[in-house]
C-alpha cells in the first residue's frame, strides 16, 4: 500500500473537513473558511496524504517564532524572522492509524521547514497526544506570558505547549 505526500490544495479542502470530523471532538472542528484562509497565507506548510482509497491524513502548519501560540479559531500571524514550524493541525484517518503516516506528514513538514531556514517546532497538543509528540522528540515548555497563557487555555484545560528542536 502505497502513500503519496504532496502539498495541500485547495481541491483537497473537503477531504480535509472529512478526516477532521472523523479525528477530532466538536470543539476542535475548524470551518472550512478558517482552513481556506490558513492555506491561502502558508501553502508550504500544509500537506496531505493519499492512499489507494484517497485522502487519508493531512498536517496544517506555518512558519512563527518560539513562544508563540494562536488561540482555537485564531488567525495565523505571518513573521518578518519565523524560527519555529508551527504545527496547528495533524489529522490521520482511523483507517490508517499505525501506518506512519502522522509521523511522516511531520518529518516532511520538518525537512521543508529546515530548508526554509527555521530551526524549531513548536505545537499545542491536544486530545492526550502528548504521548505521540513525545516520540517524535517534543517537550512541554512552560509558557510565561499571560497572553500566551490565555490563549493556550482556549483549547482546554489539558491542552499544553511543546517544542522541539529541529536542527
Known amino acids: 500500500m502505497t502513500i ?3 502539498p495541500m490544495s485547495e481541491h483537497d ?3 480535509v473537513l472529512l478526516i477532521q470530523r472523523a479525528q477530532y471532538e466538536g470543539r476542535f472542528i475548524e470551518p472550512e473558511s478558517v482552513i481556506r484562509a490558513r492555506l491561502a497565507s502558508f501553502p508550504d506548510t500544509c500537506w496531505i496524504a493519499i492512499d489507494e482509497e484517497g485522502a487519508c491524513a493531512y498536517l496544517v502548519g506555518y512558519h512563527s517564532v518560539v513562544g508563540e501560540v494562536i488561540p482555537l479559531g485564531g488567525d495565523f500571524v505571518a513573521h518578518e524572522n519565523p524560527d519555529c514550524l508551527y504545527v496547528h493541525d495533524l489529522a490521520v484517518l482511523p483507517r490508517t492509524v499505525g501506518r506512519g503516516i502522522g509521523r511522516n506528514l511531520v518529518r ?3 525537512k521543508t521547514s529546515v530548508d526554509a ?3 524549531h517546532s513548536a505545537l499545542i497538543s491536544v ?6 509528540w513525545q516520540r ?6 512552560i509558557l510565561t506570558d499571560k497572553v500566551q497563557q490565555t490563549y493556550l ?11 522541539r528542536p529541529l536542527v
Open 136 to 141: 517524535l522528540g517534543y517537550e512541554q515548555k
Open 127 to 132: 486530545q492526550d497526544s502528548n504521548l505521540f
Open 153 to 163: 487555555a482556549s483549547y482546554d484545560e489539558t491542552a499544553c505547549y511543546m517544542t
Open 117 to 119: 531556514g527555521v530551526r
Open 108 to 110: 516532511l513538514a520538518w
Open 13 to 15: 479542502i473537503a477531504d
Open 4 to 6: 503519496r505526500y504532496r
